[in-house]
């Protein structure tokens, strides 16, 4: 490990940690949930590939790995970014900070079903599991009774609406498939020689594509949402979908993946904090606590150090945001 990496840390935190409470202003300003996911995915496109000029990194060429690329995108961002991007016109961008925290516990679950030769879970991980969907119901407000009144992350958690609920559970379905994304890309792509910059920009471009052809179908033709949405939507894609893979990977590789895999605990600090500070949004005592309860299954699901380029290639790839 080398000295000076915990700039990085924390700038990689927060921006993943920003990018649900960005989401939130898009939306919130009346941009389509399934705009919101291509504009992000378009200008993250155009940022790495713009890394990948000034780094003269070549971009994959061959058949195989753009058709792996585009399953990936598929499952790790088109699917995903719409579903949290309509998951936030329900519930608040704290929620489902929250709720994106338990990405590494449905990823542990599609590798045990899809990866040859992943190491079958042991009693401490099976422990971490059945403790994460433990926190993710306390956060879902799953308890006797209806909440009142408050709205989406009100204190009364999603009890208080069956909107909300609705909401909350798509956030969910969002996470489990970065879980199945992160399995796929583990089996197909982790192994290829091209350098995670290149690998990143065949996926963020694939995705970008996808919903270039679906958002029009879906939602009809872009229009100027307003400054403020605009500048999100440029931050959300050219950072949280640019800029942060190159962070995440150069964290991996002055910190190590220990380090890189930490992010996931502080993140929901950061999406949190900004969105009570800058959205005024309210936070209820099962969003706290089933927080608390995920991001520590979730370091009971933690192996050991792992080494070797397998994850090397997975982590430096890996977006929690």
């Not at 909401?167 to 091209?194: K, N, W």
């Not at 052809?213 to 229009?223: D, I, M, S, Y």
């Not at 150090?305 to 945001?321: E, L, T």
């Amino acid at each position: 490990m080398r000295r000076g990496w915990w700039p990085g840390f924390v700038a990689l935190s927060a921006i993943w940690g920003a990018s649900f409470a960005l989401i939130k202003v898009a939306v919130d300003a009346g941009v389509p949930p399934v705009w919101v996911a291509a504009w992000r995915c378009l200008l993250g496109a155009a940022a790495l590939w713009a890394v990948l000029a000034v780094r003269r990194e070549a971009a994959p060429r061959d058949l195989a790995t753009w058709g792996h690329s585009a399953v990936v995108a598929v499952l790790l961002n088109a699917v995903p970014f719409v579903l949290f991007s309509y998951g936030e016109t329900r519930v608040s961008s704290v929620l489902a900070g929250v709720l994106n925290a338990t990405t590494p516990l449905f990823t542990l679950l599609f590798a045990l079903a899809l990866v040859p030769g992943e190491p079958r879970p042991g009693p401490r991980r099976l422990v971490g599991l059945a403790l994460g969907f433990a926190g993710v119901l306390t956060v879902l407000g799953v308890r006797h009774g209806s909440g009142t009144g408050g709205g989406p992350g009100a204190g009364e958690g999603l009890a208080a609406g069956s909107g909300a609920v609705v909401g909350g559970l798509v956030c969910l379905a969002a996470t489990c498939c970065y879980g199945a994304g992160f399995a796929y890309l583990r089996r197909h792509l982790s192994t290829r020689p091209h350098s995670a910059t290149a690998l990143s920009a065949a996926q963020i471009t694939c995705a970008g594509a996808e919903l270039a052809v679906a958002a029009p179908l879906a939602a009809g033709a872009p229009h100027w949402p307003g400054a403020g949405a605009a500048v999100a939507l440029l931050v959300l894609g050219a950072l949280g979908t640019g800029v942060a893979y190159i962070l995440n990977l150069d964290l991996v590789r002055t910190a190590g993946t220990a380090v890189a895999a930490a992010v996931t605990y502080v993140t929901p600090l950061w999406s949190t904090a900004l969105g009570v500070l800058l959205l005024a949004e309210p936070v209820g005592w099962n969003t706290l606590v089933g927080g608390l309860t995920v991001v520590a299954a979730v370091a009971l699901t933690r192996q050991p150090a792992a080494g070797g380029a397998d994850g090397r290639g997975r982590r430096a790839r890996q977006p929690v945001g």
